[in-house]
Every structure is written in structure tokens, then in C-alpha cells.
């Protein structure tokens, strides 16, 4: 039996009804308290709150709107201990937040989406109240597996982090992108589902090669995957083994692939500089289903008997003139043909 005002089971829900619903299962009650409300309750300047909730990428409230819940009061809390805290710096404070709001946003879109299609619903309209029942059952357990997976994450860092003695935000490392090769023209004659079991194989075999290889993943960027490894040989071997996927699965596409070795800056798990670059603009040089790399890249490998290293012809690029690549093979065989 349902209370007053609630919906049958299976009537189906209007707009209002699913987001007000969504909201007090997903927050503990409904929205009641206004910014200023939230500023006072938290200790927070109301000038600081308002930027760190813009900073995680929602919609600024009126001051009249009553658009916040307690869990807004303790998560502002929560903050605000990490910065007396001494773990999020003043300087720092804006890029950590809208690093957290970008990738949260990322992954609630995905788990949504996923969702209703679980239940056979692509809007709204479509969503009935023993739906919402089901989506409580679903909350907790995942809040469960992204925690269990941030703690493994922190291992992991906190690991390679101390193995390397890394004191500084800059350090020595191979940064790496992975092309898809004509992926525009390819998306154009595909379906949306070919298109997206595409890129789900693309990103799935990347992460498990460049995983197995000692390497990161730092980005997708639409038709390519940003990534670093630390040492050289490793990166060689990674690269190799990517190129060679598309001979062995079908469904994985054919890839093009730039190296380059050098001082990086880590910055909120992005990294930036100009080996970045060369790293982009070898791969844009690279033909398909070949690996370029740099040439401190080469001096790193040049001594290496699994690998084979050819200098090619200099070229010019967007802001590098004369940059010298090198093409990444491995040794010929008796029945290569050569170069």
C-alpha cells in the first residue's frame, strides 16, 4: 500500500516526481536549507562556499532557493578539515575540487545512463516507483566498490610514488598517446552501438596493456588514451604490444603511436609540459600502425638487442621546428622484408 501523495508501484512517474524522489534517496531528505543556511551551519564563509560549490560543477543557487540538505553542510565540513588539515593548500584548493566535480560527473553520467538502461527506460517518463526501489537496493553497493577501488588507487600511487623517492611534482618519465586510425571516417559509416563497442574495446584493451606494464592511464581523449610510465623499456614494450592487438582482435582498432621522454609535471593526476607535446605531436606524425618516439626516447632504447630503433627524416610541427623522431620496431626477423 502506498502512503499519501506517493504513486502506485507501477504508475509511472513525471519529471518532478523522479528528480524530488532521486534527491531524498540520494541525499537523506529533501532540499531545504539556502546557501546562507548552509554557510552558517558549516563555519564557512559564504563567499568560499559558493566557490567550492561552483568548483564541483554545479549550478549556482539563488539565495532564496532552498536547493541544499545536511549532507551539503557536512560535506562543506569535511572540506574544510582537509584544508586546516593541511591536505588540500590554499593555492591548490580550486584545481582539486574541479578535478573531483569532473571526474564524479563523469562517472554519475555513465552509472545513470547505465541505470535506466538496466531497466529498459530512456527518459524519465519511463521511470516507475518500483524502479526507484530497485535504484536504493543498487546506491550502497556501489558506493561500496568506488570506495574499495580509491583505496586500491591510493596503494597503488602511494607505491610508485615512494619506490621512486619522488619528492617533486616534476620527475622523469615516458609520456605516451595511443591514436585510433581513422577514427573519424570509420565513426561516420558505423552504427551508435559499433561506434561505442569500438571504443569500449579500444579503452578496455589500453588500460589492461598499459596496467600490465607498470604504466597509468591519465586521460581518453575521444579517439585516443593520454598515458606515463616510468621507465623506457617498459614503455617500448607496452607500445609493441598495443600495435600488434589489431593483428590478434579484430575489434580492436588499428592504433598509431607517439613517445617521448623528459621532465613531467604532475598536477591533480594530469601532467603537463613540453615533452606532453612532443609525445602529441609524434603520434600525429606516426603512420598507422606505427610507433614514433623522441630522440632522448631513442638514446634511452638505443642499446636495447629486443628492439629495433631507425632515426627518421626531421620534421617541423606546430610549435617545434626540426624535431627529430625515431620509428620503434621490433628486430627483423628472417622473414621480414625490411624497412
Not at 13 to 27: C, F, G, K, N, P
Not at 29 to 52: F, I, M, N, T, Y
Amino acid at each position: 500500500m502506498t502512503g499519501p501523495g506517493e504513486p502506485d508501484g507501477d504508475a509511472g512517474l513525471d519529471s518532478s516526481d523522479v528528480i524530488r524522489a532521486i534527491t531524498e534517496l540520494m541525499l537523506g531528505e529533501a532540499p531545504h536549507l539556502k546557501r546562507a543556511d548552509v554557510a552558517e551551519l558549516s563555519g564557512v564563509d559564504p563567499d568560499v562556499a559558493r566557490q567550492r560549490w561552483r568548483a564541483l560543477g554545479f549550478p549556482e543557487a539563488d539565495e532564496e532557493d532552498a536547493a541544499f540538505t545536511q549532507a551539503d553542510v557536512e560535506a562543506l565540513r569535511l572540506t574544510q578539515e582537509l584544508v586546516e588539515l593541511g591536505i588540500i593548500e590554499p593555492d591548490t584548493e580550486q584545481p582539486f575540487i574541479r578535478t573531483i566535480g569532473r571526474s564524479f560527473a563523469r562517472l554519475a553520467d555513465w552509472q545513470v545512463r547505465a541505470f535506466l538502461g538496466s531497466m529498459g527506460a530512456d527518459s524519465q517518463e519511463e521511470v516507475a516507483a518500483g524502479d526507484l526501489a530497485e535504484l536504493e537496493k543498487v546506491v550502497p553497493l556501489g558506493e561500496k566498490v568506488q570506495a574499495y577501488v580509491w583505496r586500491r588507487h591510493l596503494v597503488n600511487a602511494a607505491s610508485r610514488l615512494l619506490l621512486t623517492d619522488a619528492d617533486v611534482d616534476t620527475s622523469p618519465m615516458v609520456v605516451g598517446f595511443a591514436d585510433i586510425v581513422g577514427y573519424t571516417s570509420r565513426s561516420r559509416k558505423m552504427t551508435r552501438q559499433e561506434l561505442t563497442d569500438m571504443v569500449e574495446r579500444f579503452e578496455e584493451v589500453t588500460g589492461g596493456v598499459i596496467t600490465d606494464h607498470h604504466g597509468r592511464v591519465v586521460k581518453t581523449i575521444g579517439d585516443e588514451v593520454l598515458f606515463v610510465v616510468d621507465e623506457p623499456k617498459d614503455a617500448a614494450a607496452l607500445a609493441l604490444e598495443l600495435l600488434e592487438k589489431h593483428q590478434d582482435d579484430e575489434e580492436f582498432p588499428e592504433v598509431r603511436i607517439g613517445l617521448a621522454h623528459g621532465n613531467v609535471l604532475n598536477h591533480m593526476g594530469d601532467v603537463f609540459g613540453p615533452v606532453v607535446n612532443v609525445a602529441s605531436r609524434l603520434t600525429s606524425v606516426a603512420r598507422p600502425g606505427s610507433i614514433v618516439v623522441d630522440r632522448d626516447m631513442a638514446e634511452h632504447l638505443r642499446d636495447d638487442d629486443e628492439l629495433r630503433l631507425k632515426r627518421m627524416r626531421r620534421t617541423s610541427v606546430k610549435g617545434y621546428e626540426h624535431l627529430e623522431p625515431w620509428s620503434l620496431k621490433r628486430p627483423r626477423g628472417k622473414d621480414d622484408p625490411g624497412d
